[in-house]
């Protein structure tokens, strides 16, 4: 039905992402789709931490979103996109008390964290409850997506995606902790009344 009306569909979709890069979750290439489909809607994206983005999505003020987490979002329905593997990656001047050091000595040293409503912050947290311990968060940026700066600064370690951590470790920005990854995934999710309505068909036609 949605194809069948595809040029006739008109209105405005609102989509909200997390604090990732926009090259990442391929917001340029859904916009296109998007243009290219569905000619007489307007786009709109919104950028906030995810606990955030699904309490709207619960609400109504959002089309859908893009969300990470470990666990499948809950109260909406969900699309899974993509594995996304977290990486812990700390300064270079810290290398050397850590090549001796483990669990108690990383959560010791200065890091950098996102909003508690963040999924960056529900990992780091659930990394280290694992362990029986908490990061000593001494910096917390609204942008998730700028916490590799504050890594390659040497300021404060972060968890970073791989494939942002892995080439920051070939260029000599900043060292990865072997010993830790967070397998994670990227989901889109959207209210389960979408799933019925022609435009919310196509919208996610297109993602």
Same mark, same amino acid.
């Given at each position: 039905?949605?194809? /069948?009306?595809?040029?006739? $569909? =008109? &209105?405005?979709?609102?989509?909200?992402? %997390?604090? *990732?890069?926009?090259?990442?979750?391929?917001?340029?290439?859904?916009?296109?789709?998007?243009?290219?489909?569905?000619?007489?809607?307007?786009?709109?994206?919104?950028?906030?931490?995810?606990?955030?983005?699904?309490?709207?999505?619960?609400?109504?003020?959002?089309?859908?979103?893009?969300?990470?987490?470990?666990?499948?979002?809950?109260?909406?329905?969900?699309?899974?996109?993509?594995?996304?593997?977290?990486?812990?990656?700390?300064?270079?001047?810290?290398?050397?008390?850590?090549?001796? /050091?483990?669990?108690?000595? $990383? =959560? &010791?040293?200065?890091?950098?964290?996102? %909003?508690? *409503?963040?999924?960056?912050?529900?990992?780091?947290?659930?990394?280290?409850?694992?362990?029986?311990?908490?990061?000593?968060?001494?910096?917390?940026?609204?942008?998730?997506?700028?916490?590799?700066?504050?890594?390659?600064?040497?300021?404060?370690?972060?968890?970073?995606?791989?494939?942002?951590?892995?080439?920051?470790?070939?260029?000599?920005?900043?060292?990865?902790?072997?010993?830790?990854?967070?397998?994670?995934?990227?989901?889109?999710?959207?209210?389960?009344?979408?799933?019925?309505?022609?435009?919310?068909?196509?919208?996610?036609?297109?993602?």
């Amino acid at each position: 039905l949605a194809h /069948g009306m595809e040029g006739e $569909l =008109s &209105g405005r979709i609102d989509i909200g992402l %997390p604090g *990732e890069t926009p090259e990442f979750l391929r917001i340029g290439a859904l916009a296109v789709a998007v243009q290219r489909d569905l000619p007489l809607v307007e786009l709109h994206t919104r950028t906030q931490p995810v606990g955030h983005l699904l309490d709207q999505l619960r609400g109504g003020a959002l089309s859908g979103a893009f969300t990470l987490g470990v666990n499948p979002p809950r109260d909406v329905q969900w699309t899974a996109l993509r594995s996304v593997c977290y990486r812990i990656a700390f300064p270079r001047r810290f290398a050397a008390e850590m090549q001796r /050091g483990g669990w108690r000595l $990383l =959560s &010791g040293l200065p890091w950098v964290d996102g %909003p508690v *409503e963040s999924h960056v912050h529900q990992m780091l947290r659930g990394l280290f409850e694992q362990q029986g311990l908490a990061p000593n968060v001494v910096l917390r940026s609204g942008d998730t997506s700028a916490l590799e700066s504050f890594v390659r600064a040497g300021s404060a370690c972060a968890l970073l995606r791989e494939e942002v951590a892995v080439p920051g470790v070939e260029r000599g920005d900043w060292v990865v902790w072997g010993h830790a990854r967070v397998d994670a995934q990227l989901y889109f999710s959207y209210p389960a009344e979408r799933a019925s309505d022609p435009l919310g068909i196509a919208h996610l036609a297109a993602v």
